[in-house]
């Protein structure tokens, strides 16, 4: 992995172990997500020498604990025979054949509370553990995250988070031009009001151009620094907040930072808005482990997570956490997120959110975009998807059906991101106008 960006190398790696000794590290590199600052696909092979220094663990119960948990609270995925058995092939032959085989990188559907998992292709055959690997998964992070985060909040503090001013939480911000009236909710949107792009390109244009000032916030290396380096980049669009969507980073970043600094006042006991989301949200469901990319301060417990993108789930984490995107934001007896914020991006027949100007993803709300589809039953609705850089799309379609993709696509090739073969399949697989 990169330590600032969110991709992933996947292969795996072997060493011997007897009496205290242990040998050098074998590794073969297999398959990646898509890389951002090193422009390249690459594989390797190697060895890497390794020193046993201690075997002496002081927190090895409560380590062997969580371990066995989480296997035990692992997704028990089934394979794609399975599904056929079930379905019949017709009925799923044509699964994400919008993008080119060579850059699927890990895929399955979710039907009736079971994920079937298609493949984990590699350039050396199927990828081993693809249920324990953790893939880079970039912005899916926004929705995994930052929606949980804010929708944690809103269960356990009221909804009224979504209303706060960043000003009253990022002080930096009130003498920078153009942030005294945004929200959190208004970053949950893409719609801080501020950017680098022009005022004449309002109507429906969610992308920013990506200038300088990108990659001096992109860069920093603490949350001050970065900051410091959005409020300086970014100019007020004459709109103001809450009214157009311009895909921002830096603003989610900037909501992540809000977010710790809100539970402070609180009285939390957590050191980052992650570590809430992690105790409160993930373990509860299951996920033990939840790695982010973070800033780097000079006290380490204080790194912030970058909560744009960064985030490393496994395949289980990501059933997971759209499992409970469906539930309502409830697990088991417990509601650990606000339903009624939930209820209100969940799949449905009316437009809601901002406008993108993306033929097959026209909406924007809360880190989700929210596609468009005609059933084949006749029915039509819109629903929301997680997305990331590369091409990888978690789509949540009615009737508690949704899909993964995982692809590397540095390109941007416009098949990677379209979903039309995983509308056919769910379509074909379940009524979703039920």
Same mark, same amino acid.
């Given at each position: ?38 422009? /390249? ?12 220094? @201690? ?24 394979? %794609?025979? /399975? ?35 298609? @493949? ?43 209303? =706060? ?13 153009? %942030?005294?009236?945004?929200?959190? *909710? ?20 969610? *992308? =920013? ?15 001050? =620094? ?72 000079? /006290? ?34 417990? &509601? ?8 209100? #991006? ?29 059933? &084949? ?10 997305? *990331? ?9 009615? #009737? ?6 995982? #692809?590397?696509? %540095? =390109?941007?090739?416009? *098949? ?13 697989? #379940?009524?979703?106008?039920?």
């Amino acid at each position: 992995m990169h330590s600032i960006e969110g991709e992933t190398h996947n292969g795996v790696a072997m060493f011997l172990y007897k009496d205290g000794q242990v040998s050098g590290l074998r590794f073969q590199i297999v398959t990646q997500t898509a890389p951002f600052y090193v422009e /390249d696909y690459f594989t390797a092979t190697g060895r890497a020498d390794a020193v046993l220094k @201690s075997d002496s663990i002081p927190n090895e119960a409560e380590v062997k604990a969580t371990y066995a948990q989480s296997i035990a609270d692992a997704e028990n995925l089934s394979t %794609w025979t /399975d599904l056929e058995a079930k379905v019949g092939q017709k009925s799923i032959a044509v699964f994400d054949t919008d993008i080119s085989a060579e850059k699927v990188v890990a895929n399955g559907i979710g039907i009736d509370g079971t994920f079937y998992l298609k @493949s984990c292709p590699t350039v050396a055959g199927e990828l081993p553990y693809c249920d324990r690997q953790r893939f880079g998964v970039w912005s899916v992070t926004k929705s995994a995250g930052n929606a949980v985060a804010m929708l944690r909040l809103a269960e356990k503090f009221g909804p009224g988070v979504f209303d =706060e001013k960043i000003v009253d939480y990022v002080t930096e911000a009130k003498d920078a031009p153009g %942030w005294e009236t945004t929200t959190f *909710g208004d970053l949950l949107n893409m719609a801080s009001g501020v950017g680098y792009g022009s005022a004449e390109e309002k109507p429906y244009k969610m *992308g =920013e151009p990506y200038p300088d000032a990108y990659y001096k916030w992109y860069e920093a290396p603490s949350a001050g =620094e970065k900051v410091s380096a959005l409020l300086e980049g970014a100019k007020p669009y004459p709109w103001g907040p809450g009214k157009v969507g311009r895909y921002r980073d830096e603003d989610m970043f900037l909501l992540g930072e809000a977010m710790t600094r809100y539970i402070a006042k609180k009285g939390e006991p957590y050191a980052t808005i992650w570590d809430m989301v992690t105790e409160e949200v993930y373990k509860p469901i299951g996920i033990h482990y939840a790695p982010i990319n973070k800033t780097m301060e000079t /006290d380490p417990t204080n790194d912030q997570p970058l909560m744009a993108y960064g985030y490393y789930p496994t395949i289980s984490d990501l059933v997971k956490i759209s499992k409970l995107y469906q539930n309502g934001g409830k697990f088991g007896d417990k &509601q650990l997120l606000n339903a009624e914020i939930i209820a209100k #991006s969940a799949p449905g027949e009316t437009p809601v959110g901002l406008h993108t100007g993306k033929h097959q993803r026209p909406f924007y709300q809360n880190a989700f975009w929210r596609g468009q589809m005609d059933s &084949q039953n006749g029915c039509s609705f819109y629903y929301p998807t997680m997305t *990331g850089f590369g091409g990888i799309l978690v789509p949540l379609f009615p #009737s508690d059906v949704f899909a993964i993709r995982i #692809s590397k696509d %540095w =390109e941007n090739d416009a *098949g990677s991101n379209r979903m039309d073969s995983l509308e056919q399949v769910a379509d074909n697989v #379940s009524d979703l106008c039920r």
